[in-house]
C-alpha cells in the first residue's frame, strides 16, 4: 500500500477525501464547469538553468550522476506541494476532493520509433520528500519500465481489448467512466491508471521539443500537467548595457482552475519558481507541511 499523509473519512474517495469547508463558489463550479476543457488554464514560463546546471556539476562531483533537471522539476513541484497543498487538489463527481498522496505520472518514450508509442509511470511522494527521495523512486520506478516488468503486462492487456468488437470497448470504457463518477473504481485500477494522479510531467527537451500545451483528460482525475521543453541559449542586454549570454529551459503549465483560484495559483508557482532557482534548498525536509481544507 502508497504512503499516505492525510485521514479518509465516510464518503471519502479512495485516492482522496471530499472538502466540504472550502467556498462555495468553487463547490458549485464543477457544476457548471463540468469538463476540465471548460475550465482549463495555461501558461508559459521560463527557468534560467545556471544555478540548476551549478548544482547537478557539484553533485556529479560527488558521485551522484542519477540526478538530471527534469528530477529537479519534480522536486520542485513535490516541495510546492508542502507550501500550498491545493495543487493537488482534483475533481471527480462533481465534487472537490484532496488527494491524499502525490502521484506524479511521467511520460517515457521508448525509442524513436512512432509506432511503440509512449509509457507512463506513476511515482508516489509525501510533501516531505527531499529531492534524494525523488530521486530514488523516480529512478527505481523507470528502472523496472526499462526492464519491461510492468510495460508488458500493459502491452499484453491493450494488445487483448484491441481484438475486442468495438461496442464492447465503448461499453466498457462507459462502465469505468461511471464507476470513477461515483467513486466505485477499485484501487487497484486507480493505481495503475495514468488518467488518475496528481500531475502529468513529459521532458519534450529530450525529442528536441518545445515545451506542449497539454489539454486535460475527461476521464480520470488530473487536475495539471507540466511540459519540460528544450534547453536553449539567449543573449540578452542586461540594465548596464552589457550583453550577456544565459541558458534557459521553458515549460509549460495546463492546470483545472477549478482546484483553485488565479492568486493561490501565482502564490503557488513563485515558490516552485523559488525551488528551480535554489534547488540546494531540495536537500533538507521542509520545516512544516500545511495541510489541504477540510
Not at 472538502?19 to 463547490?27: H, Q
Not at 551549478?54 to 562531483?61: F, G, N
Not at 525509442?111 to 529512478?139: E, Q, W
Not at 528536441?208 to 475527461?218: A, W
Amino acid at each position: 500500500m502508497p504512503e499516505r499523509y492525510s485521514r479518509r473519512r465516510m464518503n471519502d474517495r479512495r485516492d482522496g477525501r471530499r472538502l466540504r469547508t472550502v467556498s462555495p463558489v468553487f463547490l458549485l463550479t464543477p457544476f457548471v464547469m463540468r469538463e476540465p476543457s471548460d475550465a482549463v488554464h495555461t501558461f508559459t514560463d521560463r527557468a534560467d538553468t545556471a544555478a540548476i546546471e551549478a548544482w547537478l556539476r557539484e553533485k556529479r562531483a560527488e558521485g551522484r550522476d542519477d540526478m538530471s533537471l527534469v528530477h529537479v522539476f519534480i522536486a520542485a513541484y513535490v516541495r510546492t506541494l508542502a507550501h500550498r497543498p491545493a495543487l493537488n487538489r482534483f475533481v471527480a463527481g462533481r465534487f472537490i476532493y484532496a488527494r491524499d498522496r502525490i502521484d506524479v505520472v511521467l511520460s517515457s518514450g521508448r525509442s524513436g520509433s512512432a509506432d511503440m508509442g509512449a509509457l507512463a509511470a506513476k511515482v508516489h511522494f509525501l510533501p516531505s520528500d527531499t529531492i534524494y527521495d525523488v530521486c530514488r523512486k523516480i529512478n527505481t520506478q523507470l528502472d523496472s519500465l526499462k526492464a519491461d516488468q510492468e510495460a508488458g503486462r500493459v502491452e499484453r492487456l491493450a494488445a487483448t481489448l484491441v481484438k475486442t468488437p468495438r461496442f464492447l470497448l465503448r461499453l466498457g470504457a462507459a462502465v469505468v467512466r461511471w464507476l470513477d463518477y461515483h467513486a466505485l473504481l477499485g484501487e487497484r485500477w486507480t493505481e495503475r491508471s495514468p488518467f488518475h494522479g496528481s500531475v502529468v510531467i513529459s521532458d519534450e527537451g529530450a525529442s528536441s521539443l518545445p515545451p506542449m500545451s497539454r489539454s486535460l483528460n475527461s476521464m480520470g482525475s488530473l487536475p495539471m500537467s507540466i511540459s519540460i521543453g528544450r534547453r536553449r541559449t539567449a543573449v540578452e542586454l542586461t540594465r548596464t548595457g552589457e550583453i550577456k549570454e544565459r541558458k534557459y529551459v521553458d515549460y509549460t503549465v495546463s492546470v483545472d482552475a477549478r482546484i483553485a483560484d488565479s492568486a493561490y495559483l501565482g502564490s503557488a508557482f513563485k515558490y516552485f519558481r523559488y525551488y528551480l532557482n535554489n534547488p540546494a534548498d531540495l536537500e533538507k525536509m521542509p520545516d512544516r507541511v500545511n495541510e489541504d481544507a477540510l
